[in-house]
């Protein structure tokens, strides 16, 4: 089974597709944390600072989808990481290129799709793109 990492794990929608696998889940808010506790009792479920979480625990596949200003820091400690794959949520405006440049050359980056905003509870004021990051 894979080691997988859900950074921002929120109400759970992205857990819940999962297929069977060792998951960690972080998520800050305490009535979030509180409920994927209860939906996911075979989970390791966190209540801490995620990119803290990203620096010191291993796994195959990383999941994020922080808040657009902890973007460059999750990349950047992907960077220092081994994994297999990670899906990250960025801007939907930002620059490919620059977060290429930012992430570096081991890496491959692929655009998978983009959400609106009313794609999140609570919506979000701009459009994010989920990016596939493989280790090249």
């Given at each position: 089974?894979?080691?997988?990492?859900?950074?921002?794990?929120?109400?759970?929608?992205?857990?819940?597709?999962?297929?069977?696998?060792?998951?960690?889940?972080?998520?800050?808010?305490?009535?979030?944390?509180?409920?994927?506790?209860?939906?996911?009792?075979?989970?390791?479920?966190?209540?801490?600072?995620?990119?803290?979480?990203?620096?010191?625990?291993?796994?195959?596949?990383?999941?994020?989808?922080?808040?657009?200003?902890?973007t460059r820091g999750v990349l950047e400690t992907l960077r220092r990481k081994t994994f297999k794959r990670a899906l990250v949520a960025v801007h939907a405006e930002d620059d490919e290129a620059q977060l290429r440049k930012f992430l570096g050359q081991p890496f491959k980056l692929t655009p998978l799709f983009d959400l609106a905003e009313t794609d999140f509870t609570p919506p979000q004021p701009f459009r994010s793109r989920v990016l596939h990051v493989t280790p090249s």
């Open positions: 089974d894979d080691r997988v990492l859900e950074l921002g794990a929120g109400g759970g929608t992205v857990a819940a597709a999962l297929p069977p696998c060792r998951l960690t889940l972080v998520e800050l808010e305490p009535r979030l944390a509180l409920s994927l506790r209860q939906r996911f009792p075979n989970a390791a479920v966190l209540q801490e600072d995620a990119l803290e979480v990203l620096g010191r625990t291993e796994a195959d596949v990383i999941l994020s989808n922080l808040p657009h200003a902890l």
